[in-house]
């Protein structure tokens, strides 16, 4: 099987505040670190700290844009796959990750978290104790609906969030 | 001018409970009475309740479906668009939309409410006390995130809602 | 049964010469004189006469866009729906239209052409005979591949395109 | 600059002879050698060929499935991006091809062929001197328009198409 596995980072185009770059950046690194495929949107912000992290370890990033050309991805994105959709992408964003890990985020990682929800993806947010705001924030921990057993993984640390996501990658493989 | 001034109605795909189904009715009519175009994902439910009020008031009705046949339809849907493109269509109804009515809904609606928020669409949202639950009950009243100034009209009735879904179109037309 | 019978017409957006002009208004008039809804990509050219002939009669006229805002649209469309996919929104309205004509046309309509075949909608195309030049004139009596048993209709006037289109929507109704 | 170079390779999910078998292996063997990535519609036939091919020289393949899982992507695709689209995904393999390689194919070829041409990317074509039948060998050398100045490239083998395309990569690099 030559297929990678994909996990998608999800969260804004600017950044928070510091903790918020850090983790970033750390998710991406060890995504990468594990050999994990690193999924977002392209641009700037959450998703860029964690494109340079997955880099800085040697990893491969891919970028599903708004736009219909490629200069709006981030400088380290390696495969870049420019939709032309706007905002309408958020949905392939979803889809092609395995799993998302939610760092943040307004009303576009909203739109993400719910697309993820309704496409049976595990989720994983960064909760308020991780320094964390926005949208990941608030879902930690919650359903988005009953439609699923399992709620969103609340974490507080890049490690534990992608010590979940190695469980449900290798529960697969089994 | 000839365009017709649009209104979008979201909601889940079945009704929770009577006065949803109540709601979703009244808003159909009123919308049609008002001489708007209604505008949804053309599927059953709270979508299907709408269109039959908007049928029985004399009005239009527009379906935007994730199917890429016209089957998936109600009956009740007169212009009907098969887009194909699975739950991404979520955000085609946004787009569609001059003015977003939320009654209720799960993940599906949610994702419409974030895209409706991203594209700049007045949003107005049945509260609890309608005795509507659901992301309308949540987002009522609320903010998305802090890029807009204004927030989700929280309304009680259908024709608080449709009161409000006026003034913004004569705002536009004068 | 209260869903309304579409035809969708493509061609471009330019005008190429007064025959076109004269024929894409000629077919959108028949088509709402038939009591048929024109779908169309709503820009203007080819869109706009058809568009533009259709309320003549009295008719009515839906836009499926590019843009994400309803400003591109055309005068004379009635619904605007604008899906903000760029040129992807092609195969919307070759999903849209339960029949197609085909009025000239450039790499856009031939794209709405190839949809067309693949969701197995009937095609119907003004040939060269008919003062029209463009992909209709080319692919007009034509074969797209082998998938299909019937081919593209040629004709020469907008009467006998109306008449195709009618004779498939009896059918469907039988 | 971290970004990959990116050839499509656009042809039918079925193959039509032994000889268009042989091509699109050979094709994606040099796409790979070369350090190109190569991106296709990630499904059976042409697009299996030269999947399996890059892989044999050690390369990188990008999928975009018109499904919205991963399962359909055929076995030699490492990154696999399920758009849920459908056909209308055709648009998209354009869009992420900095060049594109056509052998063979039917309508799907044909939308993918003409959206290559809105957006403007170089397309090569496999003639009919090269063996190949369907939609290549009818637009090899050919305009699809008039909107753009040069032709179709007209190619008999694979590695007239990949010295084609490094002449477009080194003009841009420069």
Redesign the interface.
């Known amino acids: ?4 596995q ?1 996990i998608g980072v999800i969260g804004d185009s600017s950044i928070d505040n510091d903790q918020e770059r850090k983790i970033a950046y750390e998710v991406g690194y060890l995504i990468a670190k594990n050999n994990f ?1 690193l999924v977002c949107g392209g641009r700037a912000g959450v998703m860029e700290e964690a494109c340079r992290g997955a ?1 800085d370890a040697g990893g ?3 970028a ?1 844009l708004p736009s ?1 050309t ?1 200069e709006e ?1 981030n ?14 992408r ?3 964003v979803a ?2 990750s395995d799993i998302l890990i939610c760092i943040g985020g ?3 990682t ?2 993400e978290i ?2 993820g ?3 049976n993806k595990p989720i994983i947010a960064f909760s308020k104790e991780s320094g964390i705001n ?2 990941s924030a608030k879902v930690a921990g919650k359903k ?4 699923r057993n399992d709620s969103i993984y609340s974490v507080k640390t890049a490690e534990e969030a992608i010590n979940i996501a190695k469980k449900f990658i290798n529960q697969k493989t089994i």
Do not use: E, H, Q
């Not at 099987?1 to 990678?4: A, L, P």
């Not at 400088?75 to 309408?88: A, D, F, R, S």
């Not at 988005?144 to 439609?147: H, K, M, V």
């Open positions: 099987m030559y297929r990678k994909m495929v880099l491969l990033t891919v599903i219909s490629k991805a400088p380290y994105c390696n495969i870049v796959i420019p939709t032309g959709l706007g905002w309408t958020n949905s392939l889809l092609s307004k009303s576009g909203l739109s719910a697309f929800w309704m496409y926005g949208w988005i609906d009953d439609r």
